[in-house]
C-alpha cells in the first residue's frame, strides 16, 4: 500500500505525517466537505511509525491539515487540477488547469515569517515578545455552529490569549495568512475566447471532498461489478485501495464473454 508523506511544518518541529492511499471505506464515509470530514478522513488515513506519538489532526494548525489534504488529492487524482468554467463576460465554457504541486511551492515562497519565529508547535513569537498561535482543527470545530462575525472573534481571543492585536481581527488574520498560507485563494482565470479574467477561489479542502463525493454513483457501480464477479463482501470490497478496485474493475470489464 503506498504512504505519501507530507513534512508538517508548524504542528510539531520536524515531524512527518504518513498518508496511506485511500479505500473505499474511507471514500464512502465522506458525507460532506466540512471542516469535520476532512479531519475524520485525514485521522483515516493517518499511518503512525512504530514509537512515534499519534499525529492527531483535529490538533493540526489549518495551513498544516491543507498540506496533508493536498497529499491525499495528489495521491488519489494527480497532481492536475483542472475546472470547467463559464466566462462573465461572452458566457463561453473554457478550462481551467493548474499543478497544485507548483501552486503548494508558489504560496510557500510567498509565506514571509518576518520577525516572526516560530517554535515549531504553532506558536509564534516576535522580538518584541509579542506572541499567538495558529488556530488549529479542534478550534474550528468549536466555533462551527457560531455566525460568522462571532467565531471570528472566539478564535481571535483564544490564538491571541485575549491580549488583543495591534488592528483588531483583519490585521490578525492578514498576519496568520502571511506566516502561513492556506491552500484557499482566489486565482486569476483568463477567457481565451474574449480575453477577459475573472477571479477564482480555489480551495483544496471542498475541492477534495467534492471530487470524493462526485464519485459516489462510480464507486457503488464498482462495487456491484466486483460483488457480482467474485462474490466478495461489502467489507472486503471497501476495504481495497482506490487502484486496487479500479484494477480488479478493469479486469472484470476486459474479461472476454463466455
Same mark, same amino acid.
Given at each position: 500500500m503506498t504512504t505519501e508523506s507530507i513534512p508538517l511544518r508548524f504542528s510539531g518541529r520536524g515531524r512527518i505525517a504518513q498518508l496511506? $492511499? &485511500?479505500?473505499?471505506? $474511507? $471514500?464512502?464515509?465522506? /458525507?460532506g466537505a466540512d471542516t469535520a470530514h476532512a479531519i475524520g478522513l485525514l485521522a483515516a488515513l493517518l499511518v503512525e511509525p512504530p514509537g512515534d506519538e499519534a499525529i492527531q489532526p483535529i490538533a493540526l494548525s489549518a495551513a498544516d491539515r491543507d498540506r496533508m489534504l493536498a497529499g491525499v488529492y495528489r495521491g488519489a487524482f494527480g497532481d492536475r487540477i483542472e475546472s470547467t468554467l463559464t466566462c462573465r463576460e461572452c458566457g463561453?465554457?473554457? %478550462?481551467?488547469? *493548474?499543478?497544485?504541486?507548483? &501552486?503548494m511551492q508558489t504560496l510557500e515562497e510567498r +509565506? /514571509?515569517?518576518?520577525?516572526w519565529k516560530p517554535d515549531g508547535d504553532g506558536h509564534f513569537e516576535s522580538a518584541g515578545g509579542?506572541? *499567538?498561535? =495558529?488556530?488549529?482543527?479542534? %478550534?474550528?470545530l468549536d466555533v462551527a455552529g457560531l455566525p460568522a462575525s462571532e467565531s471570528g472573534a472566539v478564535l481571535f481571543n483564544r490564538c491571541t490569549e485575549g491580549r488583543g492585536w495591534p488592528g483588531g481581527l483583519q490585521a490578525f488574520e492578514e498576519t496568520l495568512e502571511t506566516v502561513a498560507p492556506l491552500i484557499d485563494l482566489e486565482l486569476l482565470a483568463r477567457c481565451p475566447e474574449c480575453n477577459?479574467?475573472?477571479?477564482?477561489?480555489?480551495? !483544496?479542502?471542498?475541492? &477534495? =471532498?467534492? +471530487? !470524493? &463525493?462526485?464519485e459516489r454513483r462510480q464507486l457503488r457501480v464498482e462495487i456491484h461489478r466486483i460483488a457480482k464477479a467474485y462474490g466478495w463482501s461489502l467489507h472486503e470490497i471497501l476495504s481495497l485501495t482506490r487502484s486496487d478496485r479500479r484494477h480488479f474493475v478493469e479486469l472484470v470489464e476486459n474479461q472476454p464473454a463466455g
Amino acid at each position: 500500500m503506498t504512504t505519501e508523506s507530507i513534512p508538517l511544518r508548524f504542528s510539531g518541529r520536524g515531524r512527518i505525517a504518513q498518508l496511506r $492511499e &485511500l479505500t473505499g471505506r $474511507e $471514500e464512502h464515509a465522506v /458525507a460532506g466537505a466540512d471542516t469535520a470530514h476532512a479531519i475524520g478522513l485525514l485521522a483515516a488515513l493517518l499511518v503512525e511509525p512504530p514509537g512515534d506519538e499519534a499525529i492527531q489532526p483535529i490538533a493540526l494548525s489549518a495551513a498544516d491539515r491543507d498540506r496533508m489534504l493536498a497529499g491525499v488529492y495528489r495521491g488519489a487524482f494527480g497532481d492536475r487540477i483542472e475546472s470547467t468554467l463559464t466566462c462573465r463576460e461572452c458566457g463561453r465554457p473554457f %478550462d481551467l488547469h *493548474f499543478s497544485l504541486r507548483e &501552486l503548494m511551492q508558489t504560496l510557500e515562497e510567498r +509565506a /514571509a515569517r518576518g520577525d516572526w519565529k516560530p517554535d515549531g508547535d504553532g506558536h509564534f513569537e516576535s522580538a518584541g515578545g509579542e506572541r *499567538f498561535r =495558529l488556530p488549529t482543527g479542534r %478550534d474550528e470545530l468549536d466555533v462551527a455552529g457560531l455566525p460568522a462575525s462571532e467565531s471570528g472573534a472566539v478564535l481571535f481571543n483564544r490564538c491571541t490569549e485575549g491580549r488583543g492585536w495591534p488592528g483588531g481581527l483583519q490585521a490578525f488574520e492578514e498576519t496568520l495568512e502571511t506566516v502561513a498560507p492556506l491552500i484557499d485563494l482566489e486565482l486569476l482565470a483568463r477567457c481565451p475566447e474574449c480575453n477577459s479574467v475573472q477571479p477564482v477561489q480555489f480551495e !483544496i479542502q471542498g475541492y &477534495l =471532498l467534492s +471530487a !470524493i &463525493l462526485a464519485e459516489r454513483r462510480q464507486l457503488r457501480v464498482e462495487i456491484h461489478r466486483i460483488a457480482k464477479a467474485y462474490g466478495w463482501s461489502l467489507h472486503e470490497i471497501l476495504s481495497l485501495t482506490r487502484s486496487d478496485r479500479r484494477h480488479f474493475v478493469e479486469l472484470v470489464e476486459n474479461q472476454p464473454a463466455g
